[in-house]
C-alpha cells in the first residue's frame, strides 16, 4: 500500500484557485474564474497589476467560462439553470461597476457563440434555437446594447454554420438520414445556397473550421480519400480540394487562426500527447520558443488583436494546469499563475501512453497511472471509461485520475474502438458495438493488466460517465463476473429511451446515432443493460443529475427499480440542481466520497473520511 499522504477531496475536487483566463483584445487585461463567496466567479486582473476585481458570480451555480465582447468593454459568458443546458448568453461590466445583463433572455432558448472578431468591435454572431428547438439560426448580437438580429435563418437541415473573415455567413454542414453529409457554401449573405462536396457515412461528419482570409477558400477537416481526418482546403468557386496537413493514424483536432490576419497559424494533432504542426512560416519561431520555455502540453487559449500577445496553456500529467502570457516580440513566456498550486504539496503520479491488443487484433491506445511510491505488481485497480463515446482520454493532469491513483489502484483508460481521434477505421469499427466489440475491448484492457501483473484479478473495478456509465452497466450486466463493482454516473441504461429523449437541437445529427448505435427497437433492446438487470451480480453505485437533458434521469430510474425489483441491492445518488454531470463542487465531493468508501469496501483502496458537507444521505434514492 501506497505511504505517500492523501491528496484531500478539496484539493482535487474541490474549487480551484484561479482558471481559464482569457485575454482582452488589447492584450493589457485577462478575465479569469476564481471562487466568489464559494461559487466559480468572472474576476478581471490588469496584466502586471494586482487590482483583480469579480465583475460576475451566480451563488447557485459556478459559471464554466469567460470571454471578451470584441471591443473589450464586456466580458461575456455562458450560464445554464441547474445544468438544464439552455445556455443564454450574459454580459459583465469588466469594471465590476453594474450587475451583469443577460443579453438573451427567452425562455427554453439554448445560445451558442458563433463567431467573435476583434477587429469589428460592434457585433457577435450567436446562434440560437429560439425560432425552432431544433435548430439554430445564426442571429447578429450588439454585446453593448444588447440588440439583435437574424442574420442567417436555418433552412432546417444546417447542424454547422462557418463565417468568412467579414463575418458573412457562407458554408453549413448538412447530415442527411443516411448519415451521409454534404457541405453547402452561399458567395453572398442573399444567394442561395449550393452543394460544395458531399461525404459518405463512412468518412463521418467533416467539420468546418473557416474560410481562408480572401473568402476564396474552405478549410475543413475530413477523413475523405484518407483513414486519419486531415486539414484540407476547398476551392469555393469549384470544389477542388487540396490537402493542408494530416497524419496517417491520427486525426486534426484542432485549427487555430490570426485574429489579425484571419489566416490559420497551426493546426494540432492529438498523437500520444499534443503536437502542433505549424501552417504559417512566420509562426516557426514562436511555437519553437515556447515549446522551449513552457512544460507540457501547450494549448493556445486566446490571442490579442494585434496577434502579439498570447495566452496559453500548460498540462503536464503529475502537476497542476499553468497558464502563460507570451510576447511574439520577444519571443519570452512568463508564468501567470498555477490552476491549482495546492498539489504542489503532494505526490503526484504519472501518466502513461501503453498500447494492447484486442481480441481481433486490433490495437488500441490507452493511458496507464499507477501509484506512486509503489511497486505496480497486483494492484486493485479502476478503469476509467470516458464518455461520448465519440470522443477520447488524453495525457495529462486529471483530477479522477489523481485521486484515484492516490488511493491506491492503478487507473487505465482505454480509447476503445468508437473513440474519435485515431482515424476512421478506429471510429467505425465500434458501429453498433455499444455491447459487442466495445465491451469487449474492455474486457480485454482488464485482461491486459491482470495479464502484465499490474492488477488483482479479484479486484478489478469499472467506472464512467455518460457513455462510460452506460459501459460500466453493460460490463456488469453481460459480463456479471467480470468487474469486482462498477460506478455509474448518468449513463444510460435502456438505448430505445435514450434516443427517443435526446436534446431537440441534436436533430440534425440524429443519424450519427442511428449509425453508430443502431436503428431497431430490437437491435437496441438486445445492446441495453435495462434488459439484462437480473444479471448483475457485482456492487454498484449510481450517480444522476435530476436536471439531465441528454441523459434523462428515468434512465438511472427505471435500472435502479428493476434491479430492487429483483431484490439486488444498488446504492443510487440523486443531486436536484445537477445536469448532465456534477458543475458543483460540493456535489463533486460528496460523490465522491461515496465513490471513495464504495470503492474501499469493495477493492480495498485507502479512504479519506468523509468531511463536513461529505454525506449523500440527503441525496438516496
Known amino acids: 500500500m501506497s505511504t505517500v499522504p492523501l491528496i484531500p477531496r478539496d484539493v482535487l475536487f474541490g474549487n480551484p484557485e484561479k482558471i481559464a483566463p482569457s485575454l482582452s483584445p488589447d492584450g493589457t487585461r485577462i478575465a479569469y474564474l476564481a471562487p466568489h463567496e464559494g461559487v466559480l466567479s468572472v474576476w478581471v486582473r490588469t ?262 500577445t498570447w495566452l496559453v496553456s500548460s498540462l503536464v500529467d503529475a502537476g497542476s494546469v499553468s497558464y502563460w502570457t507570451y510576447d511574439r516580440a520577444t519571443r519570452q513566456a512568463a508564468k501567470l499563475f498555477d490552476a491549482r498550486p495546492a498539489l504542489g504539496d503532494y505526490t503526484l503520479a504519472a501518466m502513461t501512453p501503453v498500447t494492447y491488443a484486442a481480441r481481433d487484433g486490433l490495437t488500441i491506445h490507452a493511458y496507464l497511472t499507477t501509484p506512486p511510491g509503489v511497486p505496480a505488481r497486483a494492484l486493485p485497480a479502476v478503469l476509467l471509461i470516458h464518455g461520448g463515446p465519440w470522443a477520447r482520454d488524453v495525457w495529462g493532469y486529471q483530477p479522477s485520475v489523481q485521486w484515484l491513483a492516490n488511493r491506491g489502484y492503478a487507473v487505465l483508460q482505454p480509447n476503445f474502438r468508437g473513440s474519435i481521434g485515431y482515424g476512421k477505421a478506429h471510429l467505425n469499427a465500434g458501429d453498433r458495438e ?98 439484462r438487470a437480473g444479471a448483475i451480480r457485482a456492487p454498484l453505485l449510481i450517480g444522476q443529475g435530476a436536471n439531465d437533458p441528454r441523459v434523462k434521469i428515468a434512465e438511472s430510474d427505471q435500472i435502479v427499480a428493476a434491479m430492487r425489483a429483483n431484490g439486488q441491492p444498488v446504492t443510487y445518488v440523486v443531486f436536484d440542481d445537477e445536469g448532465h454531470g456534477f458543475a458543483r463542487p460540493q456535489n463533486n465531493k460528496r460523490f465522491n466520497a461515496a465513490v471513495e468508501a464504495f470503492l474501499h469496501d469493495h477493492l480495498g483502496g485507502r479512504a479519506e473520511p468523509p468531511g463536513d458537507g461529505e454525506s449523500v444521505e440527503a441525496y438516496l434514492r
Open 434 to 531: 455499444w455491447a459487442g466489440a466495445m465491451h469487449t475491448d474492455l474486457l480485454d484492457a482488464k485482461d491486459w493488466l491482470i495479464a502484465q501483473g499490474i492488477a488483482d484479478p479479484a479486484r478489478v473495478a469499472i467506472m464512467g460517465g455518460s457513455y462510460g456509465g452506460y459501459a460500466t452497466l453493460a460490463a456488469l450486466a453481460f459480463s456479471p463476473d467480470a468487474f469486482a463493482c462498477g460506478v455509474d454516473i448518468v449513463g444510460p441504461s435502456n438505448l430505445n429511451t435514450l434516443l427517443a429523449s435526446i436534446p431537440p437541437y441534436w436533430e440534425t445529427l440524429r443519424a450519427t446515432f442511428t449509425q453508430r448505435m443502431g436503428d431497431s427497437e430490437d437491435f437496441l433492446t438486445a445492446q441495453s443493460p435495462l434488459f
Open 47 to 308: 496584466l502586471g497589476a494586482q487590482d483583480d476585481r469579480v465583475v460576475a458570480s451566480d451563488p447557485k451555480r459556478p459559471i464554466r467560462s469567460a470571454f471578451w465582447s470584441p471591443d473589450g468593454s464586456r466580458v461575456l459568458y455562458p450560464q445554464d439553470t441547474g445544468g438544464d443546458e439552455n445556455f443564454h448568453l450574459f454580459a459583465a461590466d469588466p469594471g465590476g461597476g453594474t450587475e451583469p445583463v443577460d443579453l438573451t433572455p427567452y425562455d427554453g432558448t439554448r445560445v451558442e457563440v458563433q463567431s467573435i472578431d476583434y477587429t469589428r468591435p460592434d457585433t457577435i454572431l450567436i446562434g440560437m434555437n429560439r425560432r425552432d428547438p431544433r435548430v439554430f439560426d445564426v442571429h447578429r448580437l450588439d454585446p453593448i446594447t444588447g440588440s439583435e438580429s437574424l442574420d442567417t435563418q436555418n433552412p432546417g437541415t444546417i447542424a454547422a454554420f462557418a463565417d468568412d473573415a467579414e463575418m458573412v455567413v457562407r458554408a453549413g454542414m448538412i447530415q442527411h438520414a443516411d448519415a451521409s453529409a454534404e457541405i453547402v457554401v452561399r458567395d453572398a449573405a442573399s444567394a442561395p445556397w449550393r452543394t460544395l462536396v458531399r461525404f459518405d457515412a463512412a468518412d463521418g461528419t467533416p467539420d468546418v473550421v473557416g474560410f481562408t482570409p480572401d473568402g476564396t477558400g474552405l478549410l475543413a477537416i475530413t477523413s475523405a480519400d484518407a483513414n486519419a481526418a486531415r486539414l484540407v482546403r476547398y476551392d469555393v468557386a469549384s470544389g477542388a480540394r487540396s490537402d493542408v496537413t494530416g497524419d496517417p493514424q491520427y486525426d486534426v483536432t484542432n485549427v487555430q487562426f490570426s485574429p489579425r490576419t484571419k489566416g490559420p497559424i497551426a493546426a494540432s494533432i492529438v498523437r500520444d500527447r499534443v503536437e502542433w504542426t505549424v501552417l504559417d512560416p512566420a509562426y516557426e519561431a514562436d511555437f519553437a520558443a515556447l515549446g522551449a520555455q513552457v512544460p507540457g502540453d501547450v494549448g493556445l487559449s486566446s490571442i490579442d488583436r494585434n496577434d502579439r
